[in-house]
């Protein structure tokens, strides 16, 4: 870094050359500006999406991603168990949906100790929800709406497409 940016200490903060700073925002601004772009009109698109529901009380929409995978770590562990975490997959999901005429966010977290992180898995998440939403809470779906990241390996939902309808998963 300082190489690159000939830092120095003055009164205690970091000066930098100008010249660098500017050189550098340059470079990185051709890959900045369509990434901002896109994130933008995705956001748009969501809210857009979120805002219809409200006259659409039969649509959900499901916004989903995984965490990273958490470690399950002794406070003391000896150096052997370094190499033989247990590891647990998070697969949060909000769900949302109209209550009562007024839209809602409702959380819901998978836990599994399944580490792939694949379509089956997101599958079979997707399947219990909506299980517990028209099976256990009477929610009438017609249409599902998803939101990801769009991970190739995880959340290509087109394999969701050709499965049954929302009513045969429950």
Request: net charge negative.
């Amino acid at each position: 870094i300082r190489r690159q940016r000939q830092m120095c200490i003055r009164d205690r903060k970091w000066s930098v050359d100008q010249k660098l700073v500017a050189k550098y925002f340059q470079e990185h601004l051709r890959d900045y500006l369509p990434h901002r772009h896109a994130a933008m009109f995705n956001a748009e698109q969501f809210d857009a999406m979120v805002d219809a529901l409200k006259d659409h009380p039969e649509q959900i929409m499901i916004l989903m991603d995984f965490g990273m995978n958490y470690s399950h770590v002794h406070r003391d562990e000896d150096q052997g168990e370094f190499w033989i975490h247990v590891q647990t997959t998070v697969l949060p999901m909000v769900v949302y949906r109209v209550v009562e005429g007024v839209v809602w966010a409702e959380s819901w977290v998978f836990l599994s100790d399944d580490r792939s992180h694949d379509n089956d898995f997101v599958r079979h998440c997707v399947k219990q929800l909506i299980g517990e939403l028209v099976g256990e809470q009477g929610v009438s779906v017609k249409k599902i709406s998803f939101w990801s990241d769009g991970c190739a390996a995880q959340f290509k939902l087109c394999l969701l497409y050709t499965s049954p309808s929302p009513r045969d998963l429950s």
